[in-house]
């Protein structure tokens, strides 16, 4: 395996990965390590890592043998990804996978590699699936399973809300759901605005004056 020669785009789309590791780090905790190698250089191949303690790398290190290997088997089997087990320089145990990152032409641009540290205590584990209210993560998802099903819900909640809140004046009430629908995104879906008249039994005209209007005072 050479260094390769990336095109714009092959960076283009290494340098999208790098938010990617931003928020999967966050979502999995301080015991899982993320690297990400481009094949440009395996001299100098992590261009981003996280948590990169558990193995003692920073930006700049080389590719490691094991990196290589598994690059290798993607290769020869066709496909994007390969687990497995290993060890640290410290021989405590890991838990990993490499993912291949494919640009133009389909050819494998750059790797990314999560280590879990399998030492990481029990306690560590529970406290990062604990919300942090602080964070605002007391947020409820709607798994819905079509856009109807989606508004029909949202605006059932919406209405809960607001006619449970006395200080929203009876005048008021319509304009406060749609503002709730506006701040859930549900106007970006297609024919949003008809499903919502249905749902309300207000009119087109209606919701679009509050959808301006609350764009205006934002």
Do not use: W
């Amino acid at each position: 395996m050479k260094n390769m020669i990336l095109s714009k785009a092959d960076k283009l789309i290494l340098e999208s990965m790098k938010g990617v590791m931003d928020g999967m780090a966050a979502y999995l905790s301080d015991s899982y390590e993320l690297v990400l190698h481009s094949l440009e250089d395996l001299n100098e191949s992590v261009i981003y890592i996280l948590n990169g303690e558990h193995t003692g790398r920073k930006i700049g290190a080389p590719i490691t043998d094991l990196a290589l290997k598994m690059f290798d088997e993607i290769s020869n089997v066709h496909e994007d990804y390969k687990v497995y087990f290993s060890k640290n320089k410290k021989g405590e145990p890991l838990k990993s996978t490499t993912i291949a990152i494919r640009g133009e032409n389909d050819r494998i641009i750059g790797l990314l590699c999560i280590n879990m540290y399998m030492n990481t205590s029990f306690a560590e584990i529970v406290k990062s699936f604990v919300p942090s209210n602080a964070l605002g993560n007391d947020s409820t998802e709607d798994f819905s399973s079509s856009s109807d099903d989606l508004i029909e819900a949202s605006v059932a909640e919406a209405k809960q809300i607001v006619m449970s809140d006395e200080s929203i004046s009876a005048s008021n009430k319509n304009k406060a759901i749609i503002e709730i629908l506006i701040d859930k995104g549900i106007f970006r879906l297609k024919d949003s605005v008809v499903k919502v008249e249905q749902l309300m039994g207000i009119s087109k005209n209606t919701i679009y004056m509050h959808i301006r209007n609350s764009k205006k005072d934002k």
